[in-house]
């Protein structure tokens, strides 16, 4: 596996590389510093992991509209090459990410036990068919969606809504059995409510008791809290 770490800080690049090759001593680790070498670099080679700081940019407040951040270069890295795994690890975090469709988040100061955890998540999604599929039935006919194009799934009593960015598809079954079964193929959903299961990769802000999926402001119920927050320490791995 090729694996590309880009952050303006060497120290914290070395780190992160010494974290992976603990993990698994035959992974390919590149070091760049730079968004443009970065870009130049997946041109060439191809990776099929980049490891990107938000920042970039030393001291450089995350919203200044005149620097590249590591945001905008993943923009690009997207635009190169449409499956490529990215993750940002920073200290900072910023709810325009989310739009790049990161795979996961490093929190800095990172850890071994971090790291490794995310390599586990990319392992498994790598063994898994990719992207993951989830499958159902309404009226007769059979529909199959990218579980990363889904939003969140909406309980109405036995009635299912299935909310992408696109469109809203609906079938007929229990919440409960759909988290049972998504909850066997990723870990990027969780539950929030007796009628919601949200996308984590969708996630723009989380406040106390709020989501924010796609600018839609979802609410956190009591029953669900432990569940929610439980979720969001093991896909983040904070």
Same mark, same amino acid.
Not at 26 to 39: F, K, N, R, W
Not at 191 to 196: D, N
């Given at each position: 596996?090729?694996?590309?770490i880009?952050?303006?800080y060497?120290?914290a690049?070395?780190?992160?590389k010494?974290?992976?090759?603990?993990y698994?001593?035959?992974?390919?680790? &590149?070091?760049?510093? @730079?968004?443009?070498?970065?870009?130049?670099?997946?041109?060439a080679?191809?990776?099929?992991?980049?490891i990107?700081d938000?920042q970039?940019?030393?001291?450089?407040?995350?919203d200044d509209e005149n620097?590249?951040?590591?945001?905008?270069?993943? &923009?690009q890295?997207?635009?190169?090459d *449409?499956?490529i795994?990215l993750i &940002?690890?920073?200290? %900072?975090?910023?709810?325009?990410?989310?739009?790049?469709?990161p795979?996961?988040f490093?929190?800095?100061?990172?850890?071994q036990?971090?790291? !490794?955890?995310?390599?586990?998540?990319?392992?498994?999604?790598?063994?898994?068919?990719?992207?993951a599929?989830?499958?159902?039935s309404?009226r007769?006919?059979?529909?199959?969606?990218?579980l990363?194009d889904?939003?969140?799934f909406?309980?109405?009593?036995r009635?299912?809504?299935?909310? @992408?960015?696109?469109?809203?598809f609906?079938?007929?079954?229990?919440?409960?059995?759909v988290?049972r079964?998504v909850?066997?193929i @990723?870990g990027?959903?969780v539950?929030?409510?007796?009628?919601?299961y949200v !996308?984590?990769l969708?996630?723009?802000?989380?406040?106390?008791g709020?989501?924010?999926?796609a600018?839609?402001?979802?609410?956190v119920?009591?029953?669900?809290?432990?569940q929610?927050?439980?979720? %969001?320490? *093991?896909?983040?791995s904070?």
């Open positions: 596996m090729k694996i590309a880009c952050d303006d060497e120290i690049c070395l780190s992160l010494k974290y992976l090759l603990e698994d001593n035959s992974l390919d680790v &590149y070091i760049y510093q @730079t968004g443009e070498d970065i870009i130049k670099a997946e041109i080679e191809s990776f099929d992991v980049v990107m938000i970039l940019v030393p001291n450089c407040p995350p620097v590249l951040t590591g945001i905008d270069i993943a &923009y890295l997207k635009q190169i *449409r499956n795994i &940002y690890f920073s200290g %900072l975090y910023n709810k325009k990410m989310i739009k790049t469709e795979f996961d490093l929190q800095k100061p990172i850890s036990t971090s790291v !490794n955890a995310v390599m586990e998540r990319i392992t498994k999604w790598k063994n898994h068919q990719s992207p599929k989830f499958t159902f309404f007769g006919i059979k529909y199959v969606l990218d990363p889904i939003l969140y909406y309980s109405v009593h009635l299912i809504i299935i909310h @992408t960015k696109e469109e809203d609906k079938f007929y079954d229990k919440l409960d059995h988290q079964t909850d066997g @990723t990027t959903f539950r929030i409510s007796k009628s919601y !996308n984590m969708w996630m723009e802000e989380s406040s106390k709020k989501v924010v999926i600018g839609e402001e979802l609410t119920s009591n029953r669900y809290k432990k929610y927050e439980e979720g %969001l320490e *093991r896909h983040y904070i």
